[in-house]
């Protein structure tokens, strides 16, 4: 039997990944690598949707890379390469905008909260768009399925939208993808503010775990995390929200039930519970922080691995893209 395949990607926005990301997605990415033909790309085409400094772009972009790799996703197996490497995805954008309604693309959440904080002068017309771009990421590979967060639930419904329209109008053309939902029991927040998702652009850093941050600093991150004065190591969201996401680090990581690990403290101060999720943390971190690291020394062997995986992609794309312009009918070249 054939495998299903699978898309999602994360945009380069900072130098490194933070454990939200690693917990949220690439370990999921990792363990479907093998059921799913997998595609995983790093949206550099969506971080332009606000401001960037290019050469700071370019490097965030081979970061993100690399630490996919680092993470288990294998450039061999999964193809994981660059958005902006494959054309079509540009190209296919502009045609699903033609059958997007403007009130469709302006339901979007994620867009009306973004433009409501920067304001209408400061959002690019790009950031407004964007949901018809990550359309055409998952449609031009006939993606079965899509794992993504909660927050990106909308943009896949209007990817299906897009899809079945297209269908209905030109023939049948593209894959119908589902949505997977990350699990809430997935979703990590901030050590300083564990009301907030653990978030790439966080303003204050002080309570992100980066993967690329050296084992000393992500242990005093850990060490200094916010708790509260009961004193017990206890999963309750609502009261306890710092303890709640540190036993979900633990769980994530350790692969151990939260109930478990509350047993294990029982009796014993957060410093005790701190220590020991510091030492889950730091050797999972380790290994994939050197890898990452090694990849970086080396970026011309990441950029080959890269173009060999978006020649991969490259191949679906345009065929995909070509059948797109001729249902649509615009006149091939002679
Ligand atoms: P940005 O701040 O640039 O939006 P982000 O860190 O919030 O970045 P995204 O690039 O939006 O992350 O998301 C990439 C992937 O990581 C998505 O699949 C998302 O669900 C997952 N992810 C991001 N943050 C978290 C988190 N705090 N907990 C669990 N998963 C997360
Ligand atoms: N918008 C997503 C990133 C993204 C994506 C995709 C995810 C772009 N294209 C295609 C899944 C499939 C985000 O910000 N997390």
Known sequence: MTKQRLYSGMQPSADSLQIGNYIGALLQWRGMQEEYDAFFSVVDLHAITVAQDPEHLREKTRRTAAQYIAAGIEPSRSTLYVQSHVRAHAELAWILSTITGFGEAGRMTQFKDKSQKQGADAT??????????????????????????????????????????????????????KPVIQAETARIYDLQDPTSKMSKSAESHAGVLWLLDEPSVTAKKIMRAVTDSEGSVRYDRSEKPGVSNLLTIYSALSGRPIAEIEDEYAGRGYGDFKKGLRDVVVSEFEPVRARALELLDDPAELDRLLAVNADRAAEIADATLATVYERVGLLRRG
């Open 124 to 177: 690019s017309v790009g950031l407004f768009t964007y949901p018809i771009l990550m359309a055409a990421d998952i449609l031009l590979y006939q993606t079965d399925v899509v794992p993504v967060g909660d927050d990106q639930k909308q943009h896949v419904e209007l990817t299906r939208d897009l899809a079945e329209r297209f269908n209905s109008r030109f023939g049948d053309t593209f894959v119908v993808p």
